[in-house]
């Protein structure tokens, strides 16, 4: 763009973005003035999303394969963006579908709760969508600040007020760390896109890079936070087992593809050049994690907690995929794709058995629920099976496209690590099974769920099943769709 130019404004590359942000505006007037209840503002909120998914789809659709600069290079609208932007959107209305107990628990401050939920989705789609390192911090910190404030939103106890304290306290370094690494990178480069940072380093020598090698590694550690991946996970377990119910399985879904989604654009996009420097470093944050997760879930009494500490084991996980450093990384992407629908799902269970605004659920409170309420109990374990990457579930088609793209990459021994972890996780998953089905449970009383949650449920497992079996569908649409 020249000097004094204008730069493009192209709103329709934003339009599923627009329609939640307006969409938000238009709730929180309508509780204001009008007061038309809690179903009125749900059904409005889902209608909202799902016309944002329309035009998401419609937005990958006309997307064109090498994507384009829109808004003066702020941001990038290409196949990488719009599949995050469906991703975020299907999850979130998963999430408003089976957290409608939680909104009607709210009572009057469900339209501030379905705001936020808009908000943040817009916030980490933009982040995903984003060339500008500035334009990324702003998405981050547009869906990070909704989330602080979902985390603790119910104010009915100790635990959701430290879980929501902690978020904000440790998401605000995190996001100081993340901008001071902008600066540095900009220090070295002289610039903030990061077309512009990857054609600099492809067609000049860097001979001392020490500058920019720190700013990559603290926009890395900011994004990890992010992300759950150890060692900056110390949140997770509080924030997961203190948020309500409800709405944490969207708080950790959406953070994780946006999260993710912006690391793959920073480290492939624009420091692809560099990957021999942050590879190993990435792979190492990795193995971290995988042990660490697995490790901590194992030990774990809470259910809460042990998916918390399995949500780190994945995000070491999804990273073996990206430590690779292969363009576009589609493992990462179906592996994001098919993890959240599962995490949404199994949260959902959660919210189910133990109230959509409790805090903490312990493991115990599931003995036996497969008599209780049978179809809870096999949407929750079809859910864990496939977070623990068994055969015929979308969760083993995931993890073996990330072990397959790391060992061809030169990272056998990330593999390994990866496959002891895998085989770790399977016996924490199998526990939880177990008590379900083949323990008393401690009461007979049933335990229902509402329609949407049941369509919800039913949904997710039917993907991670249909999609496990046949997943030729989904691997070409994240072939088609990734050009980073």
Known sequence: MSPGAFPDVAWAGLAPELVMVLGAVVLLLLDVQVKPGVKVLWRSASAIMVIALAL???????????????????????????????????VSILAISAGRSLFVQLGNRAAEGLALVLLASAGFVLMAASQNLVM?????????????????????????????????????????????????????????????????????????????????????????????AAPFHVWAPDVYQGAPAGIVGYMAAVAK??????????????FGTFRADWALVVAAIAAL?????????????????????????????????????????????????????????AFSVISAVGGAASSGSALSDYRGLYRRSPFLAIALSVSLLGMAGLPLTTGFVAKLGVFLQAWQHGLQWLVVVAVLASAMAIYLYLRVIVTMYMHSPTTDDPVGSDRPTFWALGFATAVTVVLGVFPQPLLKLVESAIYL
């Open 289 to 345: 994690s995988m042990m660490v997760g697995a490790v901590m879930a194992i030990i774990s009494t809470d259910i809460r907690r042990l998916l918390a500490y399995s949500g780190v084991a994945h995000a070491g996980f999804i990273l073996t995929g990206l430590a690779s450093g292969a363009p576009g990384s589609p493992s990462v992407w179906f592996y994001l794709a098919v993890y959240t629908v599962q995490l949404v799902a």
């Open 136 to 228: 990324m911090f702003l998405g981050l910190e547009m869906g990070s600040i909704s989330l602080y404030i979902l985390a603790g939103i119910t104010g009915d106890g100790v635990r959701s007020d430290e879980a929501a304290l902690k978020y904000l306290l440790l998401g605000a370094v995190a996001s100081a760390v993340f901008i001071y690494g902008v600066a540095l990178v900009f220090a070295g480069t002289g610039s903030l896109g990061l077309v512009a940072i990857g054609g600099f380093l492809a067609q000049y020598l860097v001979l001392s890079p020490a500058v920019l090698l720190i700013g990559i590694g603290l926009i890395t550690v900011g994004l990890c936070f992010k992300v759950a």
């Open 56 to 90: 998401g789809i419609w937005q990958w659709i006309v997307t064109e394969p090498g994507g384009e600069l829109a808004f003066g290079g702020m941001l990038i609208l290409d196949p990488a963006a719009a599949f995050a932007r469906l991703v975020v959107l299907v």
């Open 257 to 270: 593809v946006g999260g993710f989604a912006a690391l793959a654009r920073v480290l492939l996009s624009g």
